[in-house]
């Protein structure tokens, strides 16, 4: 069995500074885990991905995530937040066993970014 | 790259119709595609897992009457409501799968979504 939960479902950052939107994870086997971004009325594009290489994953827009395995973690985060980045985010677990490629996600994150 | 496209984009139905939904994989070929359903404001939920050439996986508690699955082809899927009730109207999107990378086989490449009304 596999879960993820987000921790917060609204995140407000003013432009400029840093983002952190919180998942964990709960899986029976070894996890992959990505982070999506959804923007109005629109499908989803993954922002990074961890499939058991390093465990600090850089993706696009200056986003990265870390795992941590000791606390079932994979914070997305940001340096510095730009107003284009405002839109839901979700994250995501599929276990890494052969043949099942069931994605479960996370209930979701709206980050709002102030001017 | 890999690209999914779906038509239509956005669709109202009166209570009783069916409607179909396509999903094309645009510049790869998918031998599986999936069909999730988001309500506003939550999560995707998987729907169904559709197989080239075969029948779908269904989710449980999905009604596979209702939602039919249809994967004719290695670049398009589609996805008919029967049927349709207002309880029905939903934002449906779908993903494809990219073969041939073996280690990253969960990558899904999602498709912009098709927003139903049912009147």
Known sequence: ?115 | GAVVSQHPSWVICKSGTSVKIECRSLDFQATTMFWYRQFPKQSLMLMATSNEGSKATYEQGVEKDKFLINHASLTLSTLTVTSAHPEDSSFYICSARKPGLAKLSYEQYFGPGTRLTVT
């Open chain 1, 1 to 115: 069995a596999q879960s993820v939960t987000q921790l917060d479902s609204h995140v407000s950052v003013s432009e400029g500074t840093p983002v952190l939107l919180r998942c964990n994870y709960s899986s029976s086997y070894s996890p992959s885990l990505f982070w999506y971004v959804q923007h109005p009325n629109k499908g989803l594009q993954l922002l990074l991905k961890y499939t058991s290489a390093a465990t600090l994953v850089k993706g696009i827009n200056g986003f990265e995530a870390e795992f941590k395995k000791s606390e079932t973690s994979f914070h997305l985060t940001k340096p510095s937040a730009h107003m284009s980045d405002a839109a839901e985010y979700f994250c995501v677990v599929t276990p890494s066993n052969f043949g099942n490629e069931k994605l479960t996600f996370g209930t979701g994150t709206r980050l709002t970014i102030i001017p």
